[in-house]
């Protein structure tokens, strides 16, 4: 899922380099495509993003992002020759031994891109692709809120739900590339009616964007609120803070629900730091409505439930911070 | 929650030795303790058992299982001498890093006890402690039908249910070495109402076997039935074979609220195989009835759910590989 949208092609620059080289950091979303040009301290030399409605084929991705890189570099009076790595993070399920995303939402439409290989053909530099939520979570875990955590779960809620798993100070992936995939997960309240593939999960029907704005158009009727049919997510929780009902039962319920699968994780992980991340799941209201139910349910299992420090900079600083790690082991090897 | 149940004192001889040391493998159940003389190979030379029923005292239990491993040498023509390392698993939260039980059920009691220090000090020899149920995965893991699976989930349900969870060939512990203790998860038809400390969690309340005869007991009547109202858990699941109503109705429950922690927890980890053990755990039909729910459920998660093939010596199994596992670490760095 991506964490972040922004608008049309834009250069931001920061401060003047001195540093040994340089790494990019890249958010691939469904809609956006943003770059961060970064020293090997994680000290920011410029961003870069641009739209990608339209362009879904992998290649001219690449050449995007090529093309984003080499403006970045331009701008701090460096070549190619300046740039130590790249690490990417895509929306979909993604084999980081091979570099392959296996799947991506339809928005991509992806299907066994060897996205590693593109960007090292590309760019002839060591590249690192990983799925977009667990590359937040890595940023969180090396410069955000989660520093110094050996197990953390973080929880990218936008228009859906996924989940990147820490163990061990590690992210933990499973046998195929899937775990954290919770947005199907069973909890009291979600339908355990099978669901096709395609279709949002039981979990994020009703925790994510899209879910919470069906609920609030399930019960919309004028004159019972000042918002519109078709709020969005954030715009409901807004309303919810100022005691609107209507918005209020839609929070209790996306909010009890997001409890319930956090209390299950807790339980399986014995894991203590939950980290909300996401355009809703950085929503104040969502993460204190669940930590007092959170309070309420149990004495047993009462996991830190914060927002994330990094914010809708997650993905990115997480992949700037991946390639730094990539152009060190290349450093060490060489 | 103690796998095994045995009679009165007894000791079962098998084969002759002619190894360079035993190693001694233990499980401490609520009402009766286990041992297993064996081989650096794993090869059984002996068994003992007795009832702990009033023996509560960890000091009391320590000179028990010296007891124990002393008749099992003698029967060998060994000594202590010839005895390398001992490891004993125990029915609650054990820290294995310090080798304290953190605390134990009603049964047991126990607060704090420092288990592996009392059993080295006893014995003078290397100890490991841990968990049952985790002891019970490391047996699968090591001799049993998970061998060679890198990601698993066993699930040990007798009166109560937990899980030992084994990522990346190891046992994940968690924060506070309660990762796994799953009685208390929320899935669609368990009740999510707060549950008071000592109490059976949501969860086994309806797939434990104690929970599993209160819903038998909460639909028996007169007629409907040839099995009393006080049946086992077991002993229900045989009259579902049967196709009983009542029973079949209490297995339907039991076995799809099993599928849906099972589907969550495979969502979580993304694992594909779920061995089942304890004695309610063990009953094919229950595999069967949760396999099923499984398949219609849903294409996206498909894990493998399979018994234990150690079965009910799952647990002492372990404990014998794990001892062999600290003898062979101890003979390292001698």
């Known amino acids: 899922m991506a964490l972040y949208q922004s608008g049309s092609p834009a250069v931001q620059n920061s401060q003047q380099s001195s540093n040994q080289g340089y790494v990019a950091g890249v958010d691939i979303g469904g809609t956006n495509l943003r770059i961060a040009l970064s020293d090997t301290t994680g000290a920011t ?22 093309d984003g890189v080499d403006t970045l570099l331009h ?31 339809y928005l991509l439409g992806w299907r066994d891109v ?42 990218a809620i936008g228009t859906g739900v996924g989940a990147g798993i820490v163990l061990k100070d590690e992210l933990f992936r499973g046998d195929n590339w899937t775990a954290g995939e919770i947005g199907y997960m069973l909890v009291p309240g979600t339908s355990p009616a099978p669901v ?71 339980l399986v992980l014995n894991c203590n730091l939950f980290v909300l991340g996401g355009s809703v799941g ?28 990094l914010g809708p900079e997650a993905q990115i600083t997480g992949a700037v911070f991946r390639a730094i790690q990539i152009a060190k082991t290349a450093a060490l090897s060489a």
């Open 114 to 155: 060897p996205l590693r290989d593109l960007l090292e053909t590309e760019l002839a530099i060591p590249a690192f692709v990983d799925n977009d939520v667990n590359m937040a979570a890595f940023g969180e875990a090396h410069a955000g809120i989660a520093q110094g955590t050996k197990n953390f779960v973080f929880l």
């Open 45 to 66: 030399f410029g961003k870069w993003s641009t739209s990608t409605v339209g362009i879904r084929e992998p290649n001219a991705i690449v050449r995007l992002i090529a």
């Open 75 to 105: 701008q701090n009076a460096a070549t190619r020759a300046n740039l130590l790595s790249i690490a990417a993070g895509a929306p979909g399920v993604t084999d980081t031994d091979s570099g392959i995303v296996i799947a991506t939402s």
């Open 282 to 309: 950085l929503h104040p209201v969502l993460g204190e409505a669940t930590r007092a139910i959170l309070r309420d349910q149990s004495a047993r299992v009462q996991p830190r439930v914060i927002p994330s420090s």
């Open 196 to 266: 096709e593939r395609g279709n949002p999960g039981a979990f994020e029907a009703i925790v994510g964007g899209e879910g919470i704005q069906s609920h609030w158009q399930s019960i919309w009727s004028e004159g019972s609120t000042t918002l519109p049919v078709d709020a969005t997510a954030t715009q409901i929780f807004d309303h919810a803070l100022e005691n609107n009902p209507l918005a209020r039962a839609v929070l209790a319920l996306s909010s009890r629900t997001l409890a319930y699968a956090i209390y299950n994780m807790a």
